[in-house]
């Protein structure tokens, strides 16, 4: 029998008195062996367990984690009490102001300061919801094209379905690493919760975050008091619509979802890596799963339609809260003209909501809509004034489409159908008997 313990050499053969690597045929050393098991423990050991409410196809510990060390890596300082207290007072004198401009009263119970990290807290159970169907689909996708990389005799096979398990794993810990990245670059550059047009703060709160306002007053000669109302006056705005058109909430999910439905995710980048990989090299594997994923939305007639549907939605949102803001800031803030023109500006070259949307949901807002949008709720106000604008907002059935955004005018002086129109038919005792609410209280047919 050979002295030969387990691979290593007797001592004293010359150069072949040190211990031979027993990893070395599998392409690395003991040590890259033992690193690449470590960051395979991290990323599953990560994954959310059965029965966990943050479980889903998409590692969102992993993704919280990346996107906070993104923001801290660059400095992201605890908010200090001077801060807090000149944000809270900035949105409670942006919701008086708003009581002039709007029917709909203030959203705003909790007014609050946020550095980036928090930002990255509080709105990741929203994003969660909004970006779970896509991560789903990319999960799947790339389980699958790993799962038939290479040749698996049969004798292996009953290890094969673990083994694509984890690769299924190891695909969730990689989206969810793209996810990180996505928010720890968006909560670089966000200045309150409502920038993206999400409901993404909690219920009841509006937020500024210092660090993003300053970053947007950076060059535009406007005063730092200014430039914090003139966005606490935007945010507040978003969260008036938020907390009081109670079916909007679920309509932006859901038509942010339908979307989602029909995107395909091109795969070619790594279905390339992985042509002949040899699936019991997890070293290889990784490398694999770090190839280059691409959203693509399909060209079908339901995609379209889930297409408009959202753009529309959001772009009416965006242009509400401009024309309000705009309307009510013009007489009180000097730099409301300059100041406005930075939020156009910063929208027109790719902002983070374009960027984000590209990256975690496969759509690209287009800024066109957003100006046809503001262009009809400014008509609208001329026309029906400021309770017939706002009473647009009473029903999805009664929010412009896309083909009204063509054509703003004609949308706003068709005053005899929203006259005509019973709006007691949409209370929530109707609704209710139409199909009931769901469990948060929102109207199942909303996104519909």
């Given at each position: 029998?050979?002295?030969?313990?387990?691979?290593?050499?007797?001592?004293?053969?010359?150069?072949?008195?040190?211990?031979?690597?027993?990893?070395?045929?599998?392409?690395?050393?003991?040590?890259?062996f033992?690193?690449?098991?470590?960051?395979?423990?991290?990323?599953?050991?990560?994954?959310?367990?059965?029965?966990?409410?943050?479980?889903?196809?998409?590692?969102?510990?992993?993704?919280?984690?990346?996107?906070?060390?993104?923001?801290?890596?660059?400095?992201?300082?605890?908010?200090?009490?001077?801060?807090?207290?000149?944000?809270?007072?900035?949105?409670?004198?942006?919701?008086?102001?708003?009581?002039?401009?709007?029917?709909?009263p203030?959203?705003?119970?909790?007014?609050?300061?946020?550095?980036?990290?928090?930002?990255?807290?509080?709105?990741?159970?929203?994003?969660?919801?909004?970006?779970?169907?896509?991560?789903?689909?990319?999960?799947?996708?790339?389980g699958?094209?790993?799962?038939?990389?290479?040749?698996?005799?049969?004798?292996?096979?009953?290890?094969?379905?673990?083994?694509?398990?984890?690769?299924?794993?190891?695909?969730?810990?990689?989206?969810?690493?793209?996810?990180?990245?996505?928010?720890?670059?968006?909560?670089?550059?966000?200045?309150?919760?409502?920038?993206v047009?999400?409901?993404?703060?909690?219920?009841?709160?509006?937020?500024?975050?210092?660090?993003?306002?300053?970053?947007?007053?950076?060059?535009?000669?406007?005063?730092?008091?200014?430039?914090?109302?003139?966005l606490?006056?935007?945010?507040?705005?978003?969260?008036?619509?938020?907390?009081?058109?109670?079916?909007?909430?679920?309509?932006?999910?859901?038509?942010?979802?339908d979307?989602?439905?029909?995107?395909?995710?091109?795969?070619?980048?790594?279905?390339?890596?992985?042509?002949?990989?040899?699936?019991?090299?997890?070293?290889?594997?990784?490398?694999?799963?770090?190839?280059?994923?691409?959203?693509?939305?399909?060209?079908?007639p339901?995609?379209?339609?889930?297409?408009?549907?959202?753009?529309?939605?959001?772009?009416?949102?965006e242009?509400?809260v401009d024309?309000?803001?705009?309307?009510?800031?013009?007489?009180?803030?000097?730099?409301?003209?300059?100041?406005?023109?930075?939020?156009?500006?910063?929208?027109?070259?790719?902002?983070?909501?374009?960027?984000?949307?590209?990256?975690?949901?496969?759509?690209?807002?287009?800024?066109?809509?957003?100006?046809?949008?503001?262009?009809?709720?400014?008509?609208?106000?001329?026309?029906?004034g400021?309770?017939?604008?706002?009473?647009?907002?009473?029903?999805?059935?009664?929010?412009?489409?896309?083909?009204?955004?063509?054509?703003?005018?004609?949308?706003?002086?068709?005053?005899s159908?929203?006259?005509?129109?019973?709006?007691?038919?949409?209370?929530?005792?109707?609704?209710?008997?139409?199909?009931?609410?769901?469990?948060d209280?929102?109207?199942?047919?909303?996104?519909?």
């Open positions: 029998m050979s002295d030969t313990p387990f691979g290593f050499n007797r001592p004293g053969d010359g150069d072949d008195d040190k211990p031979q690597d027993p990893f070395k045929a599998m392409g690395g050393d003991m040590q890259q033992a690193a690449m098991l470590h960051r395979f423990a991290d990323m599953i050991g990560s994954q959310g367990a059965p029965g966990d409410p943050d479980a889903g196809p998409l590692n969102w510990d992993l993704a919280k984690n990346i996107a906070r060390h993104s923001v801290v890596e660059q400095g992201d300082p605890s908010i200090v009490d001077a801060e807090r207290r000149q944000v809270e007072e900035a949105l409670r004198l942006a919701d008086l102001w708003l009581d002039e401009g709007t029917t709909l203030a959203g705003i119970q909790k007014p609050q300061a946020w550095s980036r990290s928090e930002w990255i807290e509080q709105t990741l159970p929203v994003w969660a919801k909004v970006c779970d169907p896509i991560a789903t689909r990319m999960v799947e996708s790339m699958g094209a790993l799962g038939g990389a290479g040749d698996i005799p049969a004798e292996m096979q009953a290890m094969a379905g673990p083994l694509i398990g984890m690769v299924k794993q190891m695909a969730g810990a990689m989206v969810g690493g793209q996810a990180g990245q996505a928010l720890g670059a968006l909560a670089r550059e966000v200045v309150g919760s409502a920038d047009g999400l409901p993404l703060a909690p219920d009841g709160v509006g937020a500024l975050l210092p660090a993003g306002v300053d970053a947007f007053g950076a060059g535009l000669e406007v005063s730092d008091d200014e430039v914090r109302l003139y606490a006056l935007r945010e507040a705005a978003h969260q008036r619509l938020f907390a009081h058109v109670p079916w909007l909430r679920a309509h932006i999910l859901r038509a942010v979802e979307y989602a439905r029909g995107i395909t995710v091109d795969l070619s980048g790594i279905e390339q890596a992985v042509q002949g990989l040899d699936i019991s090299n997890p070293e290889a594997i990784q490398e694999a799963l770090g190839g280059e994923i691409s959203l693509q939305p399909e060209e079908t339901q995609q379209k339609a889930a297409l408009a549907r959202l753009e529309t939605t959001l772009a009416l949102v242009g509400w024309t309000v803001v705009n309307e009510v800031a013009g007489g009180r803030l000097p730099g409301a003209v300059k100041l406005a023109e930075a939020v156009r500006r910063r929208r027109a070259t790719g902002g983070p909501a374009e960027r984000t949307f590209a990256t975690l949901v496969g759509l690209e807002l287009r800024p066109r809509r957003l100006r046809e949008a503001a262009t009809l709720w400014r008509t609208l106000t001329e026309v029906r400021t309770q017939g604008r706002d009473a647009v907002w009473e029903h999805p059935d009664l929010l412009p489409t896309a083909e009204d955004l063509d054509n703003p005018e004609g949308f706003a002086q068709n005053k159908e929203l006259d005509d129109l019973d709006i007691s038919a949409f209370t929530n005792e109707d609704r209710a008997d139409e199909g009931g609410t769901d469990e209280g929102d109207d199942p047919k909303a996104g519909s």
